[in-house]
């Protein structure tokens, strides 16, 4: 998918098909978010107010474009995990042990596509982590870059969360379906916290 030009990617989005879906935009609105909040530590750099901070900038500069590198492939595996989803939903059931080779076969896929939005929801919470320790060296010309990115990345997290949940939903194993959620909720209530953060900080500077 990241090989495809813009406009195919959005009719891709756009078809009637299961796979790209919810999930992976939810990956690639990461690597948009991420991508802006690589560009205003790179504008931050070098700048005279931020002489004393150089180091830690460069050092977060490092560790977004890492999270970058591991969100890229993100919207591929989404694709690839539902895309199991269905080819299970496709097997024959014309007798029990069908039926229950096929349920067996639903499952463990339905296990693989929950799992995938959730280190889609990880990584962006890395991400906003990572941006935390430099958000103040951020000046007031770009800072609207900065609250775009984390708006990205909230929608990126909301999406890989409905599709954590929705996955859960179809577990049969809800003791692994109850922790995964739990897991995802505790994530995502630190990543909406840590937008509202820099939302705010930039609503102070723009007024």
């Known amino acids: 998918m990241i090989q495809q030009s ?9 078809a009637k098909t299961p796979t790209p879906g919810g999930g992976a935009a939810a990956a690639m609105a ?50 690839r995990s539902f895309d199991l989803v269905s080819a299970a939903y496709g097997m024959k059931k014309d007798d029990d042990a069908q039926k229950a080779l096929r349920e067996k ?4 896929a339905m296990v693989g596509a929950m799992v995938v939005p959730e280190e889609t929801l990880c990584m962006v919470r890395d991400v906003f982590v990572a941006m935390q320790q430099v958000t103040a060296c951020v000046g ?8 775009s990115g984390a708006s990205l990345l ?5 999406g890989a969360f409905l599709n954590v949940r929705i996955n859960a939903a179809y577990l049969t194993n809800r003791d692994l379906a109850d922790k995964t959620m739990e897991r995802a909720s505790a994530v995502l209530v630190e990543i909406r916290r840590q937008q509202q953060a820099i939302a705010v900080s930039v609503d102070k500077m723009l007024a």
């Open 6 to 14: 813009f406009e195919q990617l959005v009719a891709s989005l756009a």
């Open 154 to 158: 909230l929608a990126a997290a909301e």
């Open 140 to 147: 007031k010309a770009i800072v609207s870059d900065l609250a």
């Open 30 to 79: 990461g690597c948009m978010g991420t991508a802006l909040f690589l560009m205003v530590v790179r504008f931050s750099r070098g700048k005279k107010a931020n002489v004393d901070r150089e180091g830690d900038l460069t050092r977060v500069e490092n560790l977004l474009d890492d999270h970058l590198k591991r969100l890229l492939p993100m919207a591929e595996r989404d694709c």
């Open 105 to 108: 076969a639903i499952q463990e």
